[in-house]
RNA sequence: CGGGGCGUGGCGCAGUCCGGUUAGCGCACCUGCUUUGGGAGCAGGGGGCCGCAGGUUCGAAUCCUGCCGCCCCGACCA
C-alpha cells in the first residue's frame, strides 16, 4: 500500500488524507462536511475516551447526557456565546415530511412548522445551564463537576476528516462553584489532565497555555489550551478549557445560597477535546509508509503473522504467544488469513500503524527465534521465544518514549525565539514551527500581524518567564513573549 | 462565499474534444490449479439505468440546457 500513498514532501495535505483513507480510520459520507468513522478509527477513539474517562473519573467528574437539541432563544442568552457560534448553527425548523404532492419525493410539511426552532447543538453551555439552574440550590450542591460524551454539529465552510468536520465527537465538561478561585482551579486541572493525556497516551508534546483575549471562546473570561506542533510545522489547538466566570449564571440566573443564606451566582468552567485528537495523532507521528500509532492508544499493539502460512507448528508458538502477551494486557492479532501472503500483511500493518510485529517461520522456529520488527524505525532482529513477552512488552514502552522523542526533539527544532519583524517572516517561511516573539498586548496588533504573516498567536505559555522586549510589529513595549504559528 | 477539479461495476481510472458495433482497463471479488521468508502467477467467472432531469439526433457516456452532489485550494473556525 505504500507505493499507493503520497508522500509528506510532494503533498503533505493528500498524503494526510492518504493515510487517513488507506489506514481505514475513515472516509467521506454521503454527506457533506461528515465523515463515517471506521472500526479501526473507532477503535482508536474508544481507547482515547476510556482512558480520559478513567482521568475525570479519578478527579470527581461524574457522566450525563444532554440534548441534541436547544431551543434557539436559549442561545441568545449569552451575547458573546451567541456571537462566536451563531455563523455555524443547524437549525431546525419543521418536524414532519409529507409526499410531494406534485411529484414522487417527500417535502417538509409547511403546517409541521416549529414554533420556536430548534439548534442543533455546537456546544451544550446553553441547555446545560438552564438546567443547573434547577440542579443548584445551595451551597451543598457546589461543586457540580459534570462531563458528557457526545457529537457536536458546527456548520464549517471547509472541512477536513477529523481535523474539522460539520459533525464531530467530543466530550464537554461543564463544572459549577462556590468561588472563583474554585472555578480556576478547575480549569487548570482538566489542562494539566489534557497536556498529561496528550503526551503520555498520544506521545504528542504541548505547550500549556492561555488564550489571547482575541481567540479566546465565545463567553468565555480566560480560555486555556494544549497546542501542539505537525510535522508540517503548523500548529494545532488540541484542547481547550475555558474558565466561564459568572457569564453563563448571569445569563440563566443560577444562583446559590452560600452558608450565610446569602444569594450569590455560581462560578464556571467548560472544557473539551474532540476527534481532532486522531487528526493529532497522526500528523504528528505517521510517516510515507502510513499511520504510525503511540503503543498506549493502538487498538492492535502487537501483530502475529505466520511466514509463509500457518500450521500447526506456527499455530502452537503463535497461540501460547498470545496468551501470554494477553495476559500482560498487550492487546494482539494473529493474522491466519491464507489468502494473503506475508509481503502483503507486512505492508498492510505498517499502514495501519501496528507498533509490533512478530513473523513467526519455520526457519526461524528451528533456532527457537522469531523475528521482531518495530513499526517506529522499521528495524527488524531475532528474539529467543522464550524472551519475547518480556521483551514485547518492555519495546512497547520503548516504541512510547521514542515516539514521544522524536516528536518532542521536532518541536524543539522548530521554536524559535525572534526580535525582528524580518526575522519573524523569515523563519515562518522557512522552519515553520512555533516562534516566539514579544507583542504589545493588543488586539490590534494581534489582528495586524495575522493579517501579514497569516500567523496567529497560539497561546501565552503559561510557564513563559517575564522578560522585558519590545513587539515585533509595533516596537512598543512588552513583558512576555508569546507564541505565535501558522494553524489548522 | 470566491477559485479549481471531479461525478462511468466496491475502489482507482480511460473513453467525452471529433456522437456510431456488445462501454473498456487496473485493483478488489468468486472458482480452480500452481506458488509461498516483503505487496504471487496462470486460466475461467460475476458485477454498469455512464450523477439527475430535459432537449437535439436514425442513434448520446460523448453535443446543448438546467439542476444536484462531492473533493481540493483560499477566507472563517475545535
Redesign the pocket.
Known sequence: ????ITSRSEDY??WY?DIVKKAGLAE?S????CMVIKPYGFALWENIRDQLDKMFKETGHVNAYFPLFIPKSFLSKEAEHVE?FA??CAVVTHHRLMKDPNGTGVVVDPSAKLEEELIVRPTSETIIWNTYKDWIKSYRDLPLLINQWANVV?W??????F????E?LWQEGHTAHATKDEAVEETLTILDIYAKFAEEYMAVPVVKGIKTPN?R?AGAEDTYTIEALMQDGKAL?SG?SHFLGQNFAKAFDVKYLTQENKQEYVWATSW?V???LIGALIMAHSDDEGLVLPPKLAPIQVVIIP???PNEEIDAVAEKLMVDLKAKGISVKYDTDK??????K???Y??KGIPVRI?I?????EKGVV?V?RRDT?E?YTEPVENIVAHVEELLDHIQDNIFKKAYDFRKAHTTPVDSWEDFEKVLNTTGGFVSAHWDGTTETELKI?EKS?ATIRCIAIDQPEEAGKCILTGKPSTKRVLFAR??
Open positions: 500500500m505504500s507505493k499507493e495535505s493528500k488524507n467521506h454521503a454527506v457533506r462536511g462566536g455563523k455555524e458546527r464549517e465552510m471547509r472541512t477536513r476528516l481535523m474539522r468536520t460539520s464531530f481567540e471562546f489547538q481547550t473539551g474532540s476527534t481532532r511466514i509463509p502460512k489468502k494473503k501472503r506475508p509481503g502483503f507486512f505492508a498492510e505498517e499502514m513473523a517461520g519455520k526457519r526461524d522456529l523475528e520488527a522499521k527488524k495575522k497569516k494553524a489548522y
